[in-house]
Structures are given as C-alpha cells and as structure tokens.
C-alpha cells in the first residue's frame, strides 16, 4: 500500500472518530442489539419453561372432587389456589367447566357422567388454554375407564389397539437453530450497521461539503482514494462486530440457558472466529454502502437509499437462520457466512469448503463493486452531481 | 506554464467550452475574466482533468493532464469555489494531509505546513477545527493547501468573493509574491479591480471563448477606452454579469 493510501486512511479514521454520528450508529447497536436479545431470551425461556397456572371457573365442584383434585395436580385450578396470597390478584380465564348434578351417580353406576365445557373458541388468547384443559379431561377419562376395565377383569390394553411410541431425534442444540440463527445474524450484521453512517459521510457526504472535487484535483489516483475509503469503512465495521460480541459475551452469561437446554456460550474462540468470517463480509458491507453512497446526490438521498439496500443482507441473514432454500444460501455472501458459523455455535464441524467459497464470493463481488466505484469517480455526472 | 489548446467541451444543452486557448506563463499572474456562466470555472475543472474535453488538451509543464493525470496534477494547487475544507480538521491537519497527498514525507510535510501557517499568519486558529470559521480564515486555510506543497502553478477560482478588506489584501500579497517567486498564477475572476490591479495578462472570455488577450493597459489601448471595465464591456459587447 503506497504512503498516499496511508495518509488517506489516517485522515479518514481521524476524520470518522471525530464524527459523533459515526461513532454514535456503531456503539448504539453494539450495546443496544446483544441487550435486546437478552431481553427476548428471558421472555422466551419465561414462555417454555414455566406453563402457568390455569385458573378456572368450575361449576358443582362438590360434585366431583376426584376431577378437581386431578386437574389442580396438573395446574389448572378452580378460583382461588391455596398457595397464592391472599388479595393477591388472580387471572381466571373465562373458561367454565360445569358439572352435571348427576356427575357422582352416573360415575359410580359406570356409565358416562357428563361434564360441559363452556369458552368462546374463537377467542385466539384461550385457544391453548381450551386445549390443556381438554387434554387433561382425556386423559383423566382414560384413565376411569381402564379403572373400569380392570375392576371387570379385562386388560385395559383391549382399549389401544395401536400404542404410539414417538422418538424425538432432536439434540436440545439443534432446537436452538432458529434462536442461535437469530443471535448470530444480530451479530454480524454490526458491520452493515457500524459503518453505515461513515460510509455515507465519506462519500455522499464528503461530495456535499465539496470535498471531493478537491481530492480528485490531487495527484492521487482513483483507486486509492477508493480503497482508502473502503478499508476506513471496513475497520469501523469491524470495530463495531467487535464491540458487539464483547457486549454480548457478558450479556449472555446471565441468560439461565440451563433452562433452554442449550447455550450460546460467546467465548474467545467464537469471538476469533466470528472476527476472520466477519471480515469478507465487513469488506462487501463496506462496497456496497459506498457504492450506493457514491451514486446518491446527497446525505439524505444516500441515508434513503442504503435503508432499502440493507434489506438484502436482512433477507439473506433471515433466510439462513430460519433454514429457508439453503442449498444456494450457503455459497451467497452472509447467508453462507452465518450458516457456517452456526454450525459452529452448535460445535459441529466448520462447513471449510462452502465458506471458502461463500467468502471468495463475498470478496469477489466487493471487488467489482470497487471497480465500479473507482470508474464513477471519473465520471463527471457522478463528482459534480450534473 | 498553463498551455490550453482548442479545448471544447459541451454540457448538457449548453456549449461551455469553444475552442478554447491560451497560456499562462510562469513569473505572470494571468488572470481569466469573464461574465458568469462565460466558462471559467469549466475551463479550470478541465485544467484539472475533472471534465474530460470533447475536444482539444490542456498541458501543465508539458504534461498532458489527460495522458498523466498524477504526474501533471503534482505540478498544480488549487484553490477551489467553493473550498471543501474538512470541517472535523485543524487546519494544520488540513493543509499536511494535502501535502502528503502531493507526496512530501510526513516530516517535510509537517516542516511545509508550519512555514505555510506562518507565512499566511494563521498560527491563532491551527489547532482548532476547522467547523465555524469565518470566511476569511477559511480562504487562509484553502489557500495555504494550495500553495504548501509549492507547485509551478496555482490556480485560483474566485478568489475574492466574500471576502473582507484586509483579507483580499493578503492574497494580492501572496499572489504577488508567488509570482515572484517565479510560480505561474492563473486565476478566474469577474472583478475588475481584481484584475486591473493584479494581473500582467487578462484573457478575457464570454461563452466559452477566448475573445480578447492583453495587459490591462494593452486592452485599454486596444478598445480605446479609459478603465478596463469599459474595455471590457466593449470587448464582450454586453455588461450583463459583471460585477464592477
């Protein structure tokens, strides 16, 4: 790299660092985005690991204390439960279960005893309430009735014609695909993010403040100033995927993966390789926001259209951690990057072949982008906005 | 030495450029005059190799700025309308960027910059960023990054506007002693004091051509009129965009 280069990579960070805004994009999301996911982790491990209590209204249940007594040994409870203190504010949900006067004589004489459940099925809230009570009354019922065959000297086993064994294959890490997909994608994505508002300044930016002519009418050439702008736009991606995993390294050690079945363990090695398979990607990010940069007139014009261009390396990130198409993902740039390194995360084996490739694309399309900049710097519409 | 030979250049609808020549030579300050929209700030941009000519060159020290853009654009400073100053910098930074930029060492640079801050007495704002400078400290600034690599040639677009009183009088100062210097000096301008004050030759244009060549005195002598304003309005046949 000639000494010119240098210089205008020096300027271009003293420059950047100097820029509030700049600085500001990359540490909001470094800090903001692990501590969101935080947020979603705990909300979600609330949701799976812990089913409520189901607080309902029963009708009569004098009527049938062995039924009561079953459901709020399963957690679903008529009014008040015993444990909670008092004044303390129940949800019941409004769901009835009525049973019938003649409940007790019809289950002692063995015949059926009837039981209504009354609930507005169209209510979405009560959906999966509706159904664990239901559940819970099957199998309650199965279980008299087999009461009722071995009580007769028949083996209840007449009653199952086919027993249904199910063998769930999936290892509590490969459950976390999605989640660990979504983790990941926040994470690399910090180079699209971090870099943003410098790539704009430089280029958009600096064409506005008038700046640019001026450089152009130094014995530099084009290309250096374009990869001067790319590497200052690559390291303040970098510093920003940086930032982030650092973030997310001590905020998600207080997330209770025990109760997930898996973690998301940030450690030194992870944080190593997310940084070497973070760097084509933060190069390509660095392309193309200066690209679209340079094609825009102005700042606001620039911000406007790199919002909409963002979207594809979105998608792309979306598509590999929801599994979507991912027999040509795997070779594009980030979406081959992130599948590979959520291989990782799950500790199988690095895909090296599919991320060579996937990287070797990822720089490829960089470099044309690159190419394409450096000849619009010699376009006069282009430095002069005619 | 400037060389601009039949340069043509058309943008858009409008013919900027029409077969355009003339040199400024080294030790001279040429001075380019002409009404707004007469193509002055096109003909520098192409002096630049910013705008590529439909047709003919231009050549700085012989070099064709077309052929060998960096070689050619070593020999040149500029200093721009508007000035594009970095407003994050300091002045100082400012001006030893551009000079690395011109390929002096970071330490020749360095040593370039302080003479160039003491020279155009700008040691006051250095060290402070360049963001809310007044006019005149920013002309300074731009000014000192033209000038502190010491290019054979400077050429200055409008060098004077919005400018105060004693700020013009440190330019003509530097200008004069630039020339003195033996460095060759084109400006552009549509002041007339300007130029009747500064410069040895005046190239008058109007619509992209050159229309008349002379010293201020030889263009009076020429349209037979007293000040060079009348000779002026004589010689582009309308006084429409000139500021007197």
């Not at chain 1, 590497?231 to 997330?255: E, R």
């Not at chain 1, 072949?353 to 619009?376: D, E, H, N, R």
Request: a neutral charge; aromatic letters at 6%.
């Amino acid at each position: 790299m000639s000494n010119k280069t240098i210089t205008m990579i020096r300027k271009e960070l003293i420059d950047a660092a100097r820029d509030k805004r700049s600085v500001m994009a990359g540490l909001y999301y470094a800090v903001g985005a692990p501590l969101l996911m935080c947020g979603m982790f705990f909300m979600l491990i609330g949701q799976l690991t812990s089913p409520e209590d189901l607080n309902i209204n029963i009708n009569n249940p004098q009527g049938a204390p062995d039924l009561v007594k079953y459901l709020s040994s399963k957690g679903i409870t008529h009014g008040k439960n015993e444990d909670q203190v008092e004044g303390e504010k129940v949800d019941t949900k409004d769901i009835l279960l009525i049973i019938s006067d003649d409940y007790a004589s019809n289950m002692a004489k063995g015949i059926s005893a009837e039981v209504t459940l009354v609930a507005d099925a169209s209510n979405e809230k009560l959906q999966k309430s509706i159904r664990r009570l239901e559940k819970r009354l099957q199998q309650y019922s199965a279980e008299m009735g087999s009461l009722r065959l071995i009580a007769r000297g028949i083996d209840p086993r007449v009653m199952q014609p086919i027993k249904l064994n199910v063998e769930d294959q999936a290892t509590p890490d490969s459950k976390a695909g999605m989640i660990l997909g979504i983790a990941t994608m926040t994470m690399i994505y910090a180079v699209f993010i971090s870099g943003m508002n410098l790539a704009i300044d430089t280029s958009a930016g600096e064409r506005e403040r008038n700046s640019l002519a001026l450089l152009l009418s130094h014995p530099v050439s084009t290309s250096q100033i374009v990869i001067s702008k790319i590497v200052a736009v690559t390291l303040f991606g970098m510093i920003g995927l940086l930032l982030t995993l650092i973030v997310s390294k001590f905020a998600y050690s207080f997330v209770p993966w025990q109760e997930l079945g898996f973690s998301v363990s940030v450690n030194s090695r992870f944080i190593g390789m997310m940084m070497l398979i973070g760097l084509p990607v933060a190069i390509m990010a660095a392309c193309l926001q200066l690209f679209v940069s340079f094609l825009a007139k102005s700042f606001k014009e620039a911000q406007s259209y790199l919002t909409i261009v963002l979207m594809l390396p979105m998608m792309l990130a979306m598509a590999a951690s929801y599994d979507i198409a991912p027999e040509t993902l795997q070779w594009l740039p980030v979406s081959g990057q992130l599948q590979a390194l959520i291989e990782f995360i799950k500790g199988r084996e690095l895909p090296g072949m599919q991320l060579a490739i996937s990287s070797l694309i990822t720089l490829a399309i960089s470099a044309a982008l690159a190419f394409g900049m450096q000849k619009s710097l010699k376009s006069e519409k282009i430095v002069f906005g005619l | 030495m400037i060389q601009v030979s039949n340069l043509s250049k058309r943008i858009g609808d409008v013919q900027a450029l029409n077969d355009l020549s003339f040199s400024a030579l080294d030790g001279q300050i040429t001075g380019l005059l002409g009404p707004n929209g007469a193509g002055k700030t096109t003909c520098l941009r192409t002096v630049f190799g910013l705008l590529k000519p439909d047709n003919g060159f231009a050549e700085i020290d012989g070099i064709n700025i077309a052929k060998s853009p960096v070689a050619a654009k070593q020999q040149l400073g500029l200093f721009p309308d508007p000035f594009g100053l970095y407003e994050r910098l300091t002045p100082r930074e400012y001006i030893s960027y551009f000079a690395e930029l011109n390929g002096l060492s970071r330490s020749d640079a360095k040593h370039a910059t302080s003479s160039v801050i003491e020279k155009l007495h700008l040691a006051d704002i250095a060290d402070r960023q360049c963001k809310g400078f007044s006019q005149g400290q920013r002309m300074k600034t731009a000014l000192a990054q033209a000038i502190v690599h010491q290019p054979t040639n400077i050429v200055l677009d409008e060098p004077t506007r919005g400018l105060d009183v004693m700020s013009t009088r440190v330019l003509r100062d530097i200008l004069r002693d630039l020339k003195n210097q033996g460095h060759c000096v084109l400006f552009s301008s549509h002041v007339m004091q300007e130029v009747a004050a500064l410069c040895d030759q005046v190239i008058v244009m109007a619509e992209g051509r050159v229309v008349a060549v002379g010293s201020p005195d030889g263009l009076c002598q020429q349209t037979g009129k007293a000040s060079l304003e009348d000779a002026f309005i004589q010689l582009i046949g309308t006084d429409e965009g000139i500021a007197a």
